[in-house]
């Protein structure tokens, strides 16, 4: 059977890490890019790629009905890419209702949308929808055990995501990825991008875990490649695809085993960083099997972890020095 090609693309949180690396990938696909973003003063990749005008994006708050569906309404799409979120751990911590309102509610008003107009939409969900788990790695029939703000946040997408599926046949898949990395992510609290930055200006890193917490890490343009591959199945329908995939490299490392692979990548030595403990809410160890999403859809990630650094240092070497 061959493949209708998707002609058009809504990405919501299209000013982000992944939507940027996605809607550049896509545009060189030939593909027409509407985006959705929350804030329309802050830097974003998308102008750093010289690709901003290139893509018509709507600015306001997923989590309001009413101008999303109005927006809905006055356009056409071929598959919804939704992305947009509140992605930090701390900041759901400290601003709850923000984080349900916007990761809760703004997925719902999402779904009943596609729904309405018979879309087909991959979400992106996180590893932290399982919360803590003495097996490891996750499998994606894992319960999902979510109990600090993000991770609840995350649970009840995926929960929302089996619903709107189960009860009304919604075209729907969720992708549950491990640590995200690349260039381009302005998250200075983030592990990767915080010690690019506090490298380049010669200052010494802050570490809030002790370094000994283990997680996947995966590049943002394997992300991206698994994002269209499963739209695309999703899209054509396609008999094998599954309600939800893990999808993460085989990259199960410590937090101070990538801290110093990214010291030695930008200074050549390792640095000694500074510890400030602030992980109290932190799931301490996480890792997931990518078995289903490659056997299924034939889905896995390429870059390894040293060629992923070494292409995100670089493009942090060009943002900070240039």
């Not at 719902?108 to 969900?125: F, H, Q």
């Not at 200006?201 to 269209?228: C, H, M």
Request: some cysteine.
């Amino acid at each position: 059977m061959n493949n209708k090609k998707i002609d058009k693309v809504l990405i919501t949180g299209v000013t982000g890490l992944l939507g940027s690396w996605m809607a550049e990938k896509m545009l060189n696909e030939n593909i027409q890019i509407s985006g959705i973003a929350i804030d329309k003063t802050k830097d974003n990749l998308l102008k750093t790629k010289g690709i901003y005008k290139k893509i018509t994006i709507e600015y306001f708050d997923i989590s309001n009905e009413l101008a999303l569906s109005e927006y809905f309404k006055n356009n056409q799409f071929d598959i919804v890419f939704h992305l947009a979120a509140q992605t930090q751990v701390i900041d759901a911590n400290l601003d709850p209702l923000h984080t349900f309102n916007s990761n809760i509610k703004g997925t719902w008003n999402v779904l009943n949308e596609c729904l309405k107009k018979d879309v087909p939409v991959v979400v992106a969900s996180s590893d932290k929808a399982y919360g803590v788990s003495s097996k490891l790695p996750y499998l994606e029939s894992h319960d999902l055990n979510g109990v600090y703000p993000y991770e609840v946040s995350k649970s009840i997408t995926e929960m929302l995501v089996k619903s709107y599926h189960q009860t009304y046949d919604l075209n729907v898949v969720s992708l549950r990825c491990g640590n995200i990395y690349g260039g381009g992510d302005l998250n200075w609290d983030r592990l990767i991008p915080g010690v690019c930055k506090w490298l380049f200006n010669n200052e010494q890193p802050i570490l809030r875990t002790d370094g000994s917490f283990k997680r996947d890490w995966v590049y943002v343009e394997d992300v991206v490649d698994a994002y269209i591959q499963v739209g695309s199945s999703l899209y054509n329908r396609d008999k094998k695809i599954s309600l939800a995939y893990n999808f993460a490299a085989d990259s199960y490392k410590t937090v101070i085993e990538v801290y110093n692979e990214v010291s030695k990548n930008i200074t050549g030595k390792i640095i000694d960083p500074i510890y400030k403990i602030d992980s109290e809410t932190e799931i301490p160890d996480q890792y997931l099997d990518s078995k289903k999403i490659r056997d299924e859809l034939n889905v896995k990630s390429k870059v390894r972890l040293s060629e992923g650094i070494e292409l995100t240092v670089n493009w942090y070497r060009d943002y900070f020095l240039k």
